[in-house]
Every structure is written in C-alpha cells, then in structure tokens.
C-alpha cells in the first residue's frame, strides 16, 4: 500500500503535475539565480520557452562542478534568512558541495523518505535503528525525519560503536536498519563475535543505500541477517536519501518519486537520451525546491529507466539499481571497466567473500592492478583451485586478469565502520 496516493497516480496526472511544477521551477530559478539567468541568455531561452517537461532538452545541464565553482552559496534561489537548513557533501576531492533547504523543502523530503520507507515495508509504529552518519551528510537526519513522518519510532544512534548498534537492536527488538550495505556486513560480523547469530536478530527489514550494491552483495547481506534488503537512492545535490527506493513487494526497480524530480538517462559521452530500458546516465532535475532548484543534474550514475506499472500498483518510473558511475570508469592497459563489474564476478563464486580491494600504480610505466578478495570464514577448500576460479571467471567475463590476485582470510580486508567503503585505491 502506498504512502501517499500519487503514488498510484495515472501517468496522465503526474506528467500534468510536472509540467506545473516544472514551469514554477524554472520561473523561481530564472528570477532568482543569477548562474542559471546567464545560461538561459547564453542558450537564447527564457522561462516563456519552457511550456514543460517536453521542452527539458532546451534547459541547459548542471554538474558538481557548477556546485563548487559556485560554493558556497551561488545556486541559492532563496536569501539566507529563509534558509532553515544546510547540508554538504563529503568534499573529499575539493570544497565540498553546500545544499540548503527551506521549512518547505523539509517538509517535501520527510515525504519522500515516509514514502521510501513505506515501500520498504516499514510501518506506523515499527522501530527504525538509523545507523547513517548524522551531522553535514545528509543520510542520517534525512531517514530521521522520513521516520517521524511515517509515524515510526526512530533510534538515532547515528554510524560506529557496532557493539552497541547490536545490543541496543536486540534490547528495543528494532524491526528496521537503516545503514549502507557494507556496514550491514561487518554489523553481521561483529554480531558473530559478540556470541549472537545474526539471523537471530529482530530486524526483518534493511534499507540500504549511500553505495552501489550488487545483487550478489544484496543476496550475501539477506542470507547472513535473514532480512529483506531494500535499496534506497538520493544524492545531496537534489536533496538527499529518497529520491527513489524499491518496493518491498517487487523488488524490481526503484521507484523514482517523480512529482518531484523529473528523470532522463544519456548517454555519458554525448548527453543525448538513450532509449528506455538502456543504461546510461542519470540527469536529474527538481520539480519542487525552493531553496536550491537545480536543472539536468548530471548525477555520474549509470542506471535506466522503465515506464511499465509495477507489480506493487505504483505507476511512478522505476530506475534500475545503479551499476557504477560514468566517472568511476577505470582504464588499465587500454581495458575499460567498472569495479562493480569486478564485484559482480568474484562474489558469484562459492567461498568468496563479499570483500575486495582494488590497488593501482605504474612500475616502468605500466600499469598494474592488484586485486585482494576475502576468503568466506566457513572456506576450507583448496586455496590454488580458488585461485584459478577467480582468474579463470575474470578472463571470460571481463576480458583481463589482475597482475596480481591475493587470496586473504575472512577479515583480510580493512572494515569501514564509519563512512562510504573504498574499493579502489589509484595511485598511478
């Protein structure tokens, strides 16, 4: 059952709706934003030229790089004094990207998370443990108040202290996590150290995002905690955690919530659209903020698009699981390849872990690539034959072998407790 009911709304209401929205939107950032007054003049177009969103192809793109050349502040359409909140990204490769929002942009995506949670299965009066990082990052207070919008009881008890994420789980009999799917695996392993079987534990219900997740990485986190695991999508630049999330009774897709933020997929290269169904990359445009409206924001994530209704009722678009990122793409030797693709091959295996570490440099300028994976903890097979499996799997799937494959043991590999988990570690 949908949250709210445009949820199910005929496809004829919702393009309707965006239309609206979208003339609003661009009227509010033209009078508003000088950055995109300037684009408009330089593309000859003004808010009079854009009737909807069959004219979105005319509105010029947005990229991170707009974001930082304009940090803090310059995409504001609103003065500071209406702004009720700031958020950022991490800024780890330069000055971070600051996003704000007004009460009504607040209001708008405790909405939306209610809606994502909703999907997931979570209910009025369930218990939700957020083990997102509260703070500048959006996730953690983003699941706080979609929770309290749903009419959920929500444990802030925010990333890390692990131990204590799985006492109190047990002690509240939580029926929810909310964490990234890496977190939900060293949750799983640390629960097997304290003496608990992680399928003992209360929660029925994972929602996971802030990473990609493979399938095979989503299968290996439902067996070790016996939970449905539900992926949840945003990003700061359009406002955070539930821009889209599957339904828990399909699990096909995420469902983007559209009345908000309209969605195109391209192509990484040219930015022509491709066909439905096809991947390429995600353009984003918000149909409803105030405080930082943003047109074709070119989110680097690969993903497509299907306009068929759902199993679950909702006729809003579905995006499938994002697979990597256009600008994630590594080129070794002249091969070309995503480290999720990697991911998808090694944990298909029996006795692999779903652990792996990528490291890149040059000796005598070449490039090399070495690649860790972890062995399962209950892997008592041979180890050379794994080996070859692993090599054997690389070179018919992808193409290439690593220069180097190191077999470790369970708990070989670095955890990430706090934080997104790197994979790849480039020090070409």
Known sequence: MAFQPVET?????????????????????????????????????????????????????????????????????????EVARIHASSGTTGKPKIVGYTEDDLDAWSDVVA?????????????????????LFTGGLGLHYGVEKLGATVVPIGSGGTQRQVELMT????????????????????????????????????????????????????????VNGVDIYGLSEIIGPGVSNECHEAQDGLHLWEDHFYPEVVDPDTGEHVDEGEEGELVLTTLSKEALPVFRYRTGDLTSLTY????????????????????????????NFYPSEVEDVVLDIDGVAPHYRIDLRQENNLDVMELTIEKKQEFDGDESKLYETVMTRLSNVLSFTPDELTLVDSGGIERTEVGKVQRVFDQR
């Open 9 to 81: 709304a005929d496809r004829s209401e919702i393009r309707e709706l965006q239309n609206e929205r979208l003339r609003e939107t661009v009227e509010h950032a033209y009078e508003n934003v000088p950055f995109y007054r300037e684009k408009f003049d330089e593309l000859g177009i003004t808010p009079a030229d854009i009737d909807g969103v069959d004219d979105i192809e005319k509105l010029p793109m947005t990229t991170k790089e707009d974001f930082r050349d304009e940090y803090p502040d310059g995409l504001f359409a609103v003065d500071r004094d």
């Open 115 to 135: 809606r994502s949670l909703k999907a997931s299965g979570v209910e009025p009066g369930d218990t939700v443990q957020n083990a997102y990082g509260y703070g």
């Open 171 to 226: 002690d509240l009999e939580s029926d929810a996590l909310s964490c990234t799917p890496s977190y939900a695996l060293y949750l799983a392993e640390t629960a097997e150290e304290m003496g608990y079987d992680p399928r003992d534990l209360p929660i029925s219900t994972i929602i996971f995002g802030a990473e990609p997740c493979t399938d095979a990485m989503r299968e290996e986190i439902e067996d070790r905690l016996d």
């Open 308 to 335: 068929e209704e759902c199993d679950c009722g909702r006729t809003m678009v579905r995006m499938d699981n994002v697979t990597g990122r256009a600008d994630n793409l590594l080129i070794v030797r002249g091969i």
